[in-house]
């Protein structure tokens, strides 16, 4: 575990974008339970999180069409809740960052480390613009 000092900037990124922390598997169940789309950063303390999935995701929310909800679970400090998305995320094994979009509680679009190590920020948000596109 982190101490909470170290990550509270990591967490802030995308809370004041919009996101919410989620903390426990509750939280998790009941959000991708929900009607409609849920966009999931599985956030990092690594440095493509703080490079290009935290900026990427934040990006994509510029565009005409986004999902209904935003969370995020910090891989490293919330074990709880990021194994509880983890679950929802098989068949793509465990990886941080990552970045998940559900449709009404079914994983329609993934984004793993490997897609988004080595990307820039701009090619992450407009992989996502075009999820985004079609399922919400």
């Known amino acids: 575990?982190?101490?909470?000092?170290?990550?509270?900037?990591?967490?802030?990124?995308?809370?004041?974008?919009?996101?919410?922390?989620?903390?426990?598997?509750?939280?998790?169940?009941?959000?991708?339970?929900?009607?409609?789309?849920?966009?999931?950063?599985?956030?990092?303390?690594?440095?493509?999180?703080?490079?290009?999935?935290?900026?990427g995701a934040i990006a994509s929310l510029q565009f005409d069409k986004i999902p209904n909800n935003l969370v995020t679970v910090f891989a490293g400090v919330d074990a709880e809740a990021t194994g509880k998305a983890r679950e929802f995320m098989i068949p793509f094994p465990p990886s941080s960052p990552a970045i998940a979009l559900f449709k009404d509680g079914t994983l329609v679009h993934m984004l793993e480390r490997h897609h988004i190590e080595g990307r820039s920020a701009e090619v992450i948000a407009s992989n996502l613009a075009g999820a985004f596109e079609e399922y919400c």
């Open 1 to 55: 575990m982190y101490p909470p000092e170290l990550v509270k900037p990591m967490y802030e990124e995308l809370e004041h974008a919009g996101f919410v922390s989620l903390h426990s598997a509750q939280e998790v169940e009941e959000v991708l339970q929900k009607e409609g789309t849920t966009l999931v950063v599985v956030n990092s303390v690594c440095g493509c999180a703080a490079g290009t999935c935290r900026p």
